[in-house]
């Protein structure tokens, strides 16, 4: 009957995994990487930022540099006419049609109160922040990538785990059963043999569901639009001899060389542009102009054909200055304050991420001991069940250390492959803040 039922729970969780799991490609963790800098909307979106931003810079470019031509066109039908009275004759003044081309040229110096490389130098900085969040996009999508890539790996090593915990029960009530009919074991034990098996399958069936939800967020990860699902190839492995350096050079490396504070520094160059954008409005500014027009005045008798055209030309140079000083004044304090205050964000930031970093580091070396203490264990608590089984069967044991072997063995695994997650996971924290990928 036990058997039966374990047989039954176990083809209808293969059943849902055969259901859920249509179409399942198994990846590598490169692999779901690569896939996730290709598909993911978020990094998508924000490569596209940086090509408009890019176009931005050549827009600018285009707009100082490039001399701005404009060209005017005007006819004009006189329905009446001007008249001037002279010496009792009335005298009309124009021509039935007038027609009126111009060419204006406008072209800014770059001297003075027009900054004009000050402009291009802000628009490179504009595309630099936005190359520099296309970035720190990546580094996030990445090390979601991983962490929902070794959750899967976690979620299937505890279900060997369960499966073999529920292995070990099922052998465990197979025997007590048979001592039970021949009359050795007590009914007492029948039952807490039975539970135990009963218990354990509700834990199996539960650490399925969780593979299911973990290949879930992968897929969410890596952001692929397809009904394709993923699989994580390989297991959760630790390698000691793994070494970061030294607590000082990583923090220092961090507070340098982190993508945020790359992101702050450029933030502050362009609050410093915009300081001497701001100062460079006490000065007057220069532009240089030029019109070239082509009129004719004809009237009505004359064919649009024959119209006699006459052309002007003027070259000149301008002045605009804005004589609004304190107004000025108070607009270069904002922005001078602006560079003060992404001065202190970057000190603040750098301070935060060191502290992060150290605490990622405690969580690194917490993991590293507890992955030794419990690979120690898992050996101890194996052998103590191989010697419990064989003690049960010889009548030396009772049907209670049997339980407690294999429960002690269930915690060890689960708790050893719980280490090796934690001591990935961490390490996925400290290549993010470090910019780096393994």
């Known amino acids: 009957m036990n058997k039966l039922k374990i047989f039954l729970v176990m083809v209808s969780m293969a059943v849902m995994t055969?259901?859920?799991f249509s179409q399942t490609r198994t990846i590598t963790l490169p692999e779901a990487v690569t896939l996730a800098k290709t598909n993911n909307s978020e990094l998508t979106i924000a490569k596209l930022d940086e090509m408009k931003a890019n176009e931005y810079v050549s827009q600018?470019?285009?707009d100082n540099l490039v001399p701005n031509l404009t060209l005017n066109s005007r006819y004009t039908r006189n329905i009446k006419k001007q008249v001037l009275n002279f010496a009792g004759q009335s005298v009309f003044l124009g021509t039935d049609n007038s027609l009126t081309n111009t060419f204006d040229l406008n072209e800014p110096i770059p001297i003075l109160g027009t900054p004009v490389f000050s402009g291009i130098q802000i628009a490179k900085y504009y595309s630099d922040l936005s190359a520099k969040n296309t970035k720190a996009k990546e580094i996030k999508v990445t090390s979601n990538v991983k962490k929902s890539y070794y959750a899967v790996l976690l979620s299937k090593q505890v279900i060997d785990v369960n499966q073999a915990s529920l292995e070990n029960a099922?052998?465990?009530?197979t025997v007590v059963e048979s001592r039970y009919r021949n009359g050795i074991a007590t009914e007492f034990d029948y039952l807490r043999a039975r539970v135990r098996v009963d218990n354990l399958i509700p834990a199996l069936s539960n650490s399925q569901?969780?593979?299911?939800?973990?290949k879930k967020n992968l897929k969410y990860a890596i952001g692929t639009k397809t009904d394709e699902d993923y699989d994580a190839a390989g297991s959760l492995t630790y390698d000691s001899l793994e070494v970061?350096?030294?607590t000082d050079n990583l923090l220092n490396t961090i507070a340098k060389e982190n993508i945020v504070i790359k992101q702050l520094n450029v933030n502050r160059l362009i609050n410093e542009e915009l300081v001497k954008v701001d100062k460079a409005n006490y000065l007057p500014k220069l532009y240089g102009f030029a019109q070239w027009g082509i009129t004719s005045n004809e009237d009505d008798g004359r064919p649009i054909g024959q119209y006699r055209f006459f052309n002007t030309l003027n070259l000149g140079i301008g002045l605009s200055w804005s004589l609004n000083f304190f107004k000025n004044d108070f607009k270069v304090h904002q922005s001078e304050i602006e560079v003060r205050k992404t001065v202190e964000q970057i000190s603040d930031t750098q301070s935060k991420l060191k502290i992060q970093a150290q605490?990622?580091?405690l969580r690194i070396e917490d993991a590293k001991k507890r992955i030794r203490s419990q690979y120690e264990t898992v050996k101890l608590s194996e052998r103590g069940l191989e010697l419990a089984n064989v003690s049960f069967k010889n009548g030396?044991?009772?049907?209670i250390?049997?339980?407690?072997?294999?429960?002690?063995v269930s915690q060890a695994r689960l708790a050893y492959l719980q280490a090796i997650y934690d001591y990935l996971i961490a390490r996925t924290d400290l290549e993010e803040l470090m910019n780096s990928e393994k």
């Open 396 to 399: 030396v044991l009772n049907q």
């Open 401 to 408: 250390d049997v339980l407690d072997a294999n429960l002690q």
């Open 170 to 173: 099922q052998s465990n009530l």
């Open 60 to 62: 600018v470019y285009s």
């Open 18 to 20: 055969a259901s859920g």
């Open 244 to 246: 970061f350096g030294t």
């Open 209 to 214: 569901s969780n593979l299911l939800l973990s």
């Open 359 to 361: 605490s990622v580091l």
